[in-house]
């Protein structure tokens, strides 16, 4: 039985065999799983979702699957039942339960007390299944991940993090993540994608100088400045991450023909502008049409029957 609570949670030859299916599943060949056939898989949602909701929800209904999607409000966990007890419970009914929350212990508490696989559907620390979509939309333009250079402007969020993880598991040329002094990503999640860019030739490193960062690069990357449940933060954010808009301008210095990515939702004209985000170096829309394949795959293999040990 297998968690998938961050993108460290598999190894890079697992999550390369992800990708790969994921592009199985978008290209249809082989892909006819019916993987969830007369199961059921719960999603709770401690927060809003567009993509990440409603590709699980289509995600389980291809692969033969009922999905049951719950905000917490909804369940008996507003009204004091911990989450330990609210896993065991699921796990009698269900193949899967996809979480978004926000601290990580949360989704490890419930991990710990389910005995079936438990999905991170985005927590503050990280959002691993949105990475998976991300590095499967890399490989769809470049042959040659070594060779690819992404940088990452803004807020050292969940998003970030998880890019650094599987960027480096993936093998990545480089990644660069500029970030103003004080939001740069934490540094166990730092120091642990270094430690994977060792092993997979993947060399990264933090700054926080954005003109500079993006020369050459061959991926630009940007997300919200204030994520879900920082709102307050907000005036003080848009101030701090002024200079780290992903405009034209910063276009201009990557590499000719470099990509534009967002997980999204966008603010537009925050964090990166309408012309960038409109323009041909965007490929924001096929990233987010990626998480359904994604989301498949990582569906069929979590619920595949596994020996122990596997
Ligand atoms: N990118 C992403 O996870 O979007 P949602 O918040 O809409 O699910
Ligand atoms: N960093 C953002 C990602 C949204 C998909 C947030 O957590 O709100």
Redesign the pocket.
């Known amino acids: 039985m297998r968690d998938f609570l961050s993108s460290d949670d598999v190894s890079p030859e697992e999550q390369a065999a992800l990708i790969s299916r994921s592009l199985d599943m978008k290209s249809g060949k082989n892909a006819k799983s019916k993987a969830l056939a007369g199961r059921s898989v719960g999603l709770i949602f401690e927060?809003p979702?567009t993509?990440?909701r409603i590709a699980f929800e289509a995600a389980v209904f291809e692969l033969g699957g009922h999905s049951i999607t719950l905000r917490a409000d909804e369940l008996q966990l507003d009204r004091g039942e911990t989450l330990e007890d609210t896993g065991k419970v699921l796990s009698g009914y269900l193949a899967a339960i996809v979480v978004r929350t926000f601290g990580q212990e949360r989704l490890e508490a419930v991990a710990e007390a389910s005995s079936i696989p438990v999905v991170n559907a985005?927590s503050?620390l990280e959002?691993p299944c949105?990475a998976l979509a991300d590095v499967m939309t890399i490989k769809e333009h470049f042959d040659d991940l070594s060779q690819v250079e992404l940088v990452y402007l803004g807020?050292g969020?969940?998003?970030c993090h998880s890019l650094l993880l599987a960027g480096a598991k993936a093998g990545f040329g480089r990644i660069r993540a500029a970030c103003p002094k004080g939001f740069e990503p934490i540094e166990p999640i730092l120091d642990r994608a270094v430690a994977i860019g060792l092993e997979t030739g993947c060399e990264i490193t933090v700054g926080d100088d954005p003109a500079e960062a993006v020369k050459g690069a061959h991926v630009l990357y940007t997300?919200?400045w204030?994520?879900?449940?920082r709102e307050s933060e907000q005036a003080e954010r848009v101030k701090v991450f002024e200079d780290y808009r992903l405009d034209e301008s910063l276009l201009d210095s990557a590499a000719s023909g470099a990509l534009v990515m967002h997980?999204?939702?966008a603010h537009r004209g925050q964090e990166i502008s309408s012309e960038v985000m409109d323009g041909p170096a965007s490929v924001v829309w096929q990233q987010a049409a990626n998480r359904l394949p994604v989301q498949k795959a990582l569906l069929e293999w979590l619920a595949a029957p596994r020996r122990r040990g596997q």
Do not use: A, F
């Not at 204030?226 to 449940?229: A, V």
């Open positions: 927060k979702s993509r990440t985005l503050d959002h949105q807020d969020n969940n998003v997300d919200v204030t994520s879900m449940g997980c999204l939702p």
